[in-house]
C-alpha cells in the first residue's frame, strides 16, 4: 500500500488555508493546517510531512527564515513556498534557502498538486540531521551516528548543546545564552560544567575535520561546518 502525501500548510490566511486543506483532503492527501509557526518543530516530528508548503509572510513572520531554522534541523524535508510576492529577490531567497519552489497567490489547486506530487517524500522520515560530511544525529533517539555506524547516545545536555550549535551554525552563541537554554540558569564563570561538555563535543565530532567548535574569547562559541 503506497503511504500517503502528508501536506503541513502554514498560512496566516485562515480561509484561504481551510479552503487548502479541505481540497487537498478530498484527492487523497493528509493536511495539517495552522495559521502560524508557533510550535512548528514539534508539529514536524508529530505529524512527518512529506511536505512542508510554507507562505513567505506569516503575520509578522518571515517564512523564508524560518525555513532555514527548519532546514538546519529537517535537511531532507522539501519546503514549498506560496505568496502573492513574486519578485525576483524574494524567489531567489527562497531557492538559495533551499525551497523546490515557490508559487504565486491566487494559485490553481491542480498547480499546487503538481507541486506537491513532484516533490514530496511519502513514508521519509525525516528526525536524522545531517552534522558536517560524516555524522547524522537522530533527534528521536539522540543516536549520534558516523558514516551511519552508532558512535553514542548523547546525553540531554550534550543533545541539547550540539542541536543548539547546529541551530545557530554560524552564529556565537554567548555563554549567557547557552547556559540558559540548556542548564536553565545564569551563567557563572566559575562553573566548569559548559566547558567540559563542550570539549567532550569537539572529541566526539573529531572524525569529521571539516567541523569546527570554535571558542570565541569573552563571547562564546562558535559552530562552523566547512563543506
Known sequence: MTDP???ILVDDDTDLGNLVSTALAADGYKVHFQNSLAGINSIIE???PSILVLDVEIGEEDGITCAEDILKIYPSLPVLFISSHTDTKSVARGVRTG???YIRKPF???ELKVFIDRFAHPGEDHSGIQIGRDYSLNVKTRELRYRATP???????????????VQNRDNVISYETLSGKVWRKEYSETEASMNNLVSRLRKILGND?????????????LLI???
Do not use: A
Not at 575535520?209 to 562559541?221: A, D, F, M, S
Open 99 to 101: 525551497g523546490v519552489g
Open 151 to 165: 558512535v553514542k547516545q548523547l546525553s540531554p545536555h550534550e543533545f541539547e548543546t550540539l542541536l543548539f550549535f
Open 108 to 110: 490553481d489547486m491542480e
Open 5 to 7: 502525501i502528508k501536506v
Open 209 to 221: 575535520p571539516c567541523i569546527h567548535i570554535q571558542t570565541v574569547k569573552n563571547r562564546g562559541y
Open 225 to 227: 561546518i566547512d563543506l
Open 46 to 48: 508529530e505529524f512527518k
